[in-house]
């Protein structure tokens, strides 16, 4: 299969998210992330996590190097822990403006149970309810593909994600660290 062939394949899976009409007139969209996207989706991570480093009172090169190391170890353990994962770059369009990025979302749909490993969105994107519709249509094409729940887990120490969540039908299980939440919606 070529990059190509699995591009359509992984789109047609997603196609009931990319058709939704609230998707469309908000001309937000997704596609697969490229090589291409490595040092945008490296500039998402350290943007969600900005707010936490500033804190420690590093020196911006120190702060920068650390957050490489992290999106590095994040991405060699999502690797091996979801080899089959889709990395997908969640896009928005005005008007007959070229496509802009505002943030990723990786998504492990191989099991019945979909397991959404991340949602991120810039800072200037964010409350401004496109997570929200990310996750209802996500929901929608879990539905249609036959998946029976989306599974994940949010960072203790992160309520507006969790507030985000829940208003959009997850319901928390039991924690088994004490650093995150699992939750779940069920969607058929």
């Known amino acids: 299969m070529t990059d190509g062939d699995a591009a359509g394949d992984l789109l047609a899976h997603y196609a009931p998210l990319l058709a ?9 969209g997704l596609r697969p992330a490229t090589p291409d996207d490595q040092s945008f989706l490296r500039a998402v991570y ?7 480093v500033s804190r420690t009172g590093w020196p911006e090169p120190m702060m920068r190097a650390f957050l490489d190391q992290q999106f ?3 991405s060699r353990h999502y690797a091996a822990r979801h080899p089959a994962a889709d990395r997908l770059i969640l896009t928005v369009r005005n008007g007959d ?28 994107w964010r409350c401004r309810g496109f997570g929200g519709l990310f996750l209802d249509s996500l929901a929608q094409a879990a539905s249609a593909r036959g998946a029976s ?5 949010v960072a203790v120490d992160n309520p507006r994600a969790q507030a985000l969540y829940a208003r ?3 319901r928390l299980g039991v924690a088994t660290t004490t650093t995150h939440k699992p939750m779940s919606r069920p969607v058929s």
């Open 168 to 170: 959009h039908g997850y």
């Open 20 to 28: 939704s009409n609230v998707m469309i007139s908000a001309g937000l």
């Open 46 to 52: 350290a943007d969600t996590r900005a707010a936490e």
């Open 149 to 153: 729940a989306i599974d994940l887990s």
């Open 97 to 124: 403006s070229a496509e802009q990025r505002i943030g990723r979302l990786y998504l492990d749909r191989t099991e019945t149970r979909w397991r959404l490993l991340e949602l991120a969105l810039l800072t200037p």
């Open 72 to 74: 590095d170890l994040q």
